[in-house]
Nanobody
């Protein structure tokens, strides 16, 4: 059974940091692109960052470049998203997602290409 389990969300003040984790099981981790999406109330789901466990390529949305860092621990089948310099507009439910690909992070910000999703973790940034 495929599972993606997010953790690490919480309430933090503007300027603070959080580290999210996405623990994966039930599939061959090295063959997959893992992405982080977020969705705020009343807004569409937004691709935040992706990492290819196949070739190591990485993508960041412009809105988070220089503030968020994605990394992968293949030994633990876990992808992390380090969130620094958080802003109130980063408030959202953050989801991780996985799809099998050998094409790196091409189109990885599109939610419809993903086969598997986690349940989400809430990140709230107060001003």
């Amino acid at each position: 059974e495929v599972q993606l389990v997010e953790s690490g969300g919480g309430l933090v003040q503007a300027g603070g940091s959080l580290r999210l984790a996405c623990a994966a099981s039930g599939f061959t981790f090295d063959d997959y692109v893992i992405a982080w999406f977020r969705q705020a109330p009343g807004k569409e789901r937004e691709g935040v960052s992706c990492i290819s466990n196949n070739d190591g390529s990485i993508y960041y949305a412009e809105s988070v470049k220089g503030r968020f860092t994605i990394s992968s621990d293949n030994a633990k089948n876990t992808v992390y998203l380090q969130l620094n310099s958080l802003k109130p507009e980063d408030t959202a439910v953050y989801y991780c997602a996985a799809h099998e690909s050998t094409a790196g992070v091409i189109a990885c910000g599109l939610p419809y290409i993903y086969d598997y999703w986690g349940q989400g973790t809430q990140v709230t940034v107060s001003s």
